[in-house]
């Protein structure tokens, strides 16, 4: 969560850069809109922006977090990353849980976990086009998703009525594009 105090300090030192002054409520609805990210992130996003910004405007709330998130392009790369990497490591016998449950949508709009794993190297690269779209679309709307995606071992037990016999899902974190507090020491 963000510290309140160390934020306004830093919005403070943005808006000197930039010659803006902003008024309490536009401080209240930057704090609002950022606050689910730490200090180190908005930091960090803002040194980017910093660093990167050509004109004389004081970045939107969208411009950080896109710094911290990274655009909807690499999200939806970085997520189909995390899918092949899964598909690689468990192969369609496990079950998979991904932190990002924007994944299982578009898994599940593809034909499903089992599917998707016996598909060929070459069909990969044409579905990854899918994924995607559909990723970006999802992400803006999302629906009630599984919450894992079965592999065969747990649908055959499942199906044979032995639910003892049903492994651990894999857990599958959410692979995030901004900055660790450790890589900005590193700096």
């Known amino acids: 969560m963000l ?11 943005v808006c000197e850069i930039y010659n803006k002054e902003l008024s309490t409520l536009a401080i209240n609805l930057y704090y609002e809109t950022l606050k689910d990210y730490s200090t180190e992130q908005i930091n960090h996003a803002f040194n980017v922006i910093v660093r990167t910004n050509k004109y004389n405007c004081l970045p939107k709330p969208a411009e950080i977090i896109e710094v911290i998130e990274g655009k909807e392009d690499d999200r939806a790369l970085l997520a189909w990353e995390s899918v092949i990497k899964a598909i690689r490591k468990y192969d369609s016998y496990k079950s998979v849980e991904f932190e990002d449950k924007t994944i299982h949508m578009c898994i599940e709009n593809l034909g499903g976990w089992l599917w998707l794993c016996e598909q060929t190297k070459d069909d990969l690269k044409f579905i990854m086009k899918d994924f995607i779209k559909m990723y970006k679309a999802f992400e803006k709307n999302p629906r009630e998703t599984p919450k894992k995606l079965l592999g065969y071992i747990e649908q055959q037990n499942l199906k044979n009525n032995h639910p003892e016999d049903i492994p651990k899902t894999v857990f599958i974190p959410f692979k995030k594009l901004c900055v660790k507090p450790k890589e900005l020491i590193k700096r």
């Open 3 to 13: 510290d309140r105090a160390k934020f306004i300090h830093l919005l403070s030192a």
